[in-house]
């Protein structure tokens, strides 16, 4: 296989900034340095040099409220691709009293037409023996993190029994649990209630699932994970109310991430006041976009850490599927896109603006998420032996967002007329240039999965910690004889 050197650029890590040369074989990198030569050359001058991003939230062709989402794994990684995004974290979604392990083979069907490397989540939507018995099955396989739903209720809702008992399971083997938190309870009454009001348009699907929803439901899944003894990833935080609670959880030394997407931290809640019904129900998604005051919450947590990760929860549907709803916002699907702007949106509004560094873009779209996901240094790091997973970063490069020019198979986009400053010149996968300078060639079935590693160092810690402060009998010398 040629080899290439990416030339003149400057390597930006989650902690170093240098100049150097990246020489690439067989899809690793195999020297950093100065003066590189290789069969084919790609220019960095004026640009950085990143670890590609990892998006671990997507759902490609997922079924889901009757329907299907949008983009599969084709057009969803070739938009990641476009957007500089180098990997992709899909969640596996097995049927009501489906095998676990049937539906991680659904989803290697689907995936074997993607475009970067990606994995998965395996998703708890019931509980039972059989699940018990498939998820370490499903870990050996790699797959180390499962998702929990606390809301969809009737639909993919987990009750706190078999979510305890499914995070012990999970702590035995080694691996992260995953919350979609939300108390699906109370929002199920809010919407039965604004329906019955005659709120039946998009804004109500924002009314239906306060802050407070949220908030609730991230203490509640903090603290039955700590009771379980599992590491807990929040997934999509929107709200001051859940990063509340995650703050306080780090604060306390309780192993708990928080995940913010880039559409909670650029776009508001006055997306679903718009006067036209198709604008505001293609924003609908959960938890809905909220106010300024929950934004800069969440631009708070990444800087100074208490939120980990941004991610997308790419999850796209048609104007016409979002029709469903026409009469009744419970039926819209929920979902919006992401993948192709998370990067460029986040350079814009966060590295731009000085709310981040560069070091700190690395570390919150890519090598974070590989070290919670146990694939670093694999994925997220420019360094000899890793995957040459790599951007190379134009940050003068602009553009307007705009549907007719994404690569994503929907009408629209939630970003569309934003202007972004800070695009990629190449974006690489395993060594591959699926976008040479802004032209984009990737390559149907290039994609490998990725098989992670359960019982990162974390995991391992909390197990030491929480074997040593286990409960145990206190022993006793002066027993008091039976008063029988
Ligand atoms: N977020 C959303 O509205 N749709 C995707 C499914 C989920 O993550 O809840
Ligand atoms: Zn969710
Ligand atoms: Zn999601």
Redesign the pocket.
Known sequence: MASTVIRGGTVVTHDLTYSADILIENGRIAEIGPNLRGDETLDATGCLVMPGGIDPHTHLEMPFMGTYSADDFESGTRAALAGGTTMVVDFVLPGQGQPLLDGLQMWHNKSGRASCDYSYHMSVTWWGEQVWDDMPKVVEQGITTFKH?M?YKGALMVNDDEMFASFRRLGELGGTALV?AENGDVVAELQRKLMEEGNRGPEAHAYSRPPQVEGEATNRAIMIADMAGVPLYV??VSCEEAHEAIRRARQQGKRVWGEPLIQHLTLDDSEYRHPDWDHAARRVM?PPFRDRHHQDSLWAGLQSGSLSVVAT?HCAFTTQQKRFGLDDFTKIPNGTGGLEDRLPMLWTHGVATGRLTPNEFVAVTSTNIAKILGCYPRKGAVRVGADADLIVWDPEKTKTITASAQQSAIDYNVFEGHEVKGLPRFTLTRGYVAVHDGEIRTREGHGEFVAREANTPVSRALSTWKELTAPRPVTRTGIPASGV
């Open positions: 739903f809301a979609h997934v999509h959960s929860d």
